[in-house]
């Protein structure tokens, strides 16, 4: 069974940082594209970026520049690195791992207060 384990979310001021992590239980992660979503409250659920298995990225618009997306297949693991956080930054961020099905965490907090 595949699980997720989202981990690094809090609450920081705005300007500050945060570095979420997702570790994997399974195999074959390094196969798989990895992404991070954000879903605020009352808000549908938006990609913020991705790194595919070739180490491919991409972000959305309103974070270019602030986040960096990165993975380590050695460990299963997936990282967001969030600079110069906004109060829009804030919600609730889901690990997701995809391949021929989609794998998703429980979600970790974030709260960037203004």
């Known amino acids: 069974q595949v699980q997720l384990v989202e981990s690094g979310g809090g609450l920081v001021p705005a300007g500050g940082s945060l570095r979420l992590s997702c570790v994997a239980s399974?195999?074959?992660?390094?196969?798989?594209?990895t992404r991070w979503y954000r879903q605020a409250p009352g808000k549908q659920r938006v990609l913020v970026a991705s790194i595919d298995r070739n180490g491919t990225v991409a972000y959305a618009d309103s974070v270019k520049d602030r986040f960096v997306i990165s993975r380590d297949n050695a460990k299963n693991s997936l990282h967001l690195q969030m600079s110069s956080l906004k109060p829009d930054d804030s919600g609730v961020y889901f690990c997701?791992?995809?391949?021929?099905?989609?794998?998703w965490g429980q979600g970790t907090q974030v709260t960037v207060s203004s």
């Open positions: 399974m195999f074959g992660f390094s196969l798989h594209g």
């Open positions: 997701n791992v995809y391949r021929n099905i989609e794998y």
